[in-house]
């Protein structure tokens, strides 16, 4: 086996293994896998930021449709204030959507 597959099954096992019981430390999944604690940690920490990448696109693509912030925090499963800070990072998207007609959010034109 080539030694990028191996890697590749590695992180996916530290992935598995992490995901089966969310509670385990570090320690306790490496010593499952039989790696290093820094190795879960990288694996994990890279993990984590794809999770959040993916949840960020999700309540951008969410807003886009028009949606509150409570609709999307309950879409998404996250609380509302983190809503509003991943719009608020998307800055130059957000500053678009700020005012309401009737019950959906509608882009401001430039003039208005």
Known sequence: MRRKEQTERL?????KEYRRNKKQTYRQVAEAIGCS????QRVLREESKLDKEKRDAKIIRLRKEGHTHEQ???KVGCNRQTVGTVLQKADG??????????????RKEKGE
């Open 11 to 15: 992180h996916e096992a530290i992935i």
């Open 37 to 40: 604690e820094v190795l879960v």
């Open 72 to 74: 999307i925090a309950k």
């Open 93 to 106: 998207y957000v500053k678009g959507l700020t005012f309401r007609k009737g019950g959906a959010y509608v």
